[in-house]
């Protein structure tokens, strides 16, 4: 997606992401943090905000923020702070959700983005961590509106970027960077649509060349990568032309409408000091010291950034194939799986980007954190890679087996053995029933010798369904050519 036109302005974009913590319990008490389940059965005193309950801090979310922390080059707070954010909404039972404040456990991080070959660097302003809000759930019992609060004191990390993107790719790649540091640390599922990542946005247009800011309006409301680069698209636009118009622009909250396709003014933007925020009293300054940090950073994976670069390096890859590559940390283990396997690099990488993440596109295998039901295992992948490298079978041959090995632990190359489905590359074997295509074709080999080249390649399409698709095409052309010469 583009950024449009914008006339001499420039776009400045921040985005706020809600990432939901894949702890197994909640943030301030022991129920179940987990999607789903039938409404109101996961909740306890504390997460239906009852008077008189104290909150817990879950050890496990401190640990996910200083993951995201060091992940994203922040500094760790020593002695960080929870704060109360009071508003009303029936889905928040307290009246306030905890939250933090002035002092957030990770600030002053950044993100290298790739995006139109370039690299980027996108600061992080805070990471945070809060408590979500249970859910309203309209529509569903007629005129009446319900209250789930399976979701209230789900662990949340709020992660705020710097105004730092001047476009709409340059958000869709900071999106997307995000989602993959927080999927290979295993904290986050980043599934948009069942809203575990979630994400608003800050846009304004300015002067090209001007530094100060202009009206910055928050767009709410999108629930996929798609709709976020539609809604800033759009309001892009209905910023430059409403400043072309010489009107003036207000500091607002607009919700994304995905059927009508436009942002539409939902309240005038509330400020901090709307919210009265106060030090929570229930908690603690929460004090992390050094040991701990190192501890945790001596656990962290490699991680995408990185693991593109050595895959530049080290596969010979293109920077774009590294990048497809590594977005995810299954994909990118599956792929050198298959290279330790034997199978050439730049082939496996072949293999993957097209056949494999085909598959698992259209089935959307990919919505799991970690996929594990793969269509072929990579040793059975770099198999048929080998086989078609080695000459045994041909591409299309091997992609046809991919079926046929799922859910098997069969061996490629026993299967082609057992099956006899090796590629025919013996010129003497292709011979007949090349002469056998040319003999039923007479006009088109009339054709090909009148100088009409394209024809060649119907010819070759008839032998290989005559030798049932076995035949090595590069062979067929060689012996259809010997013989239309003769
Ligand atoms: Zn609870």
Known sequence: MTTPALDGLEAVIGLEVHAELLTRSKIFCGCSAEFGGAPNTNVCPVCLGMPGVLPVLNRRVVEFAIRAGLATQCAIAPRSRFARKNYFYPDLSKGYQISMYELPICTGGHLEIFTEGETRRIGLTRIHMEEDTGKNIHDAHGDASLVDFNRSGVPLLEIVSEPDMRSVPEAGAYLRTLRSILQYLEICDGNMEEGSFRCDANVSVRPRGSTAFGTKVEIKNMNSFRAVEKAITYELGRQAEALGRGERLVQETRLWDADREETRSMRSKEHAHDYRYFPEPDLLPLVVDQPWVDAVRATLPELPTARRE?????????????????????????????????????????????????????????????????????????????????????????????????????????????????????????????????????????????????????????????????????????????????
Do not use: C
Request: glycine residues 6%.
């Open 310 to 486: 050595r895959f530049a390096r080290d596969h010979q890859l293109s920077t774009y194939d590294a990048d497809v590559l590594t977005q995810r940390k299954d994909v990118a283990d599956y792929f050198e799986a298959g290279v330790a396997a034997g199978a050439p690099a730049k082939e496996m990488a072949n293999w993957v980007m097209t056949e494999l993440l085909r598959i698992v596109r259209e089935e959307k295998l990919d919505r799991a954190l970690v996929i594990r039901e793969w269509p072929v295992t990579p040793l059975q992948l770099a198999g048929l890679v080998k086989l078609v490298e080695a000459g045994t079978v041909n591409r299309n041959t091997a992609k046809a087996l991919i079926p046929r090995l799922r859910g098997t632990a069969r061996d490629p190359g026993e299967l082609v053995a057992a099956e006899g489905l090796a590629q025919v590359s013996d010129r003497s074997a292709l011979e007949a029933a090349v002469a056998d295509v040319l003999a039923k074709n007479a006009s088109q080999v009339a054709e090909f010798r009148a100088g009409k080249e394209r024809v060649l390649g119907f010819l070759v399409g008839q032998v290989m369904k005559a030798t049932g698709g076995k035949a090595n095409p590069q062979v067929v052309q060689e012996v259809l050519r010997a013989a239309l010469a003769r």
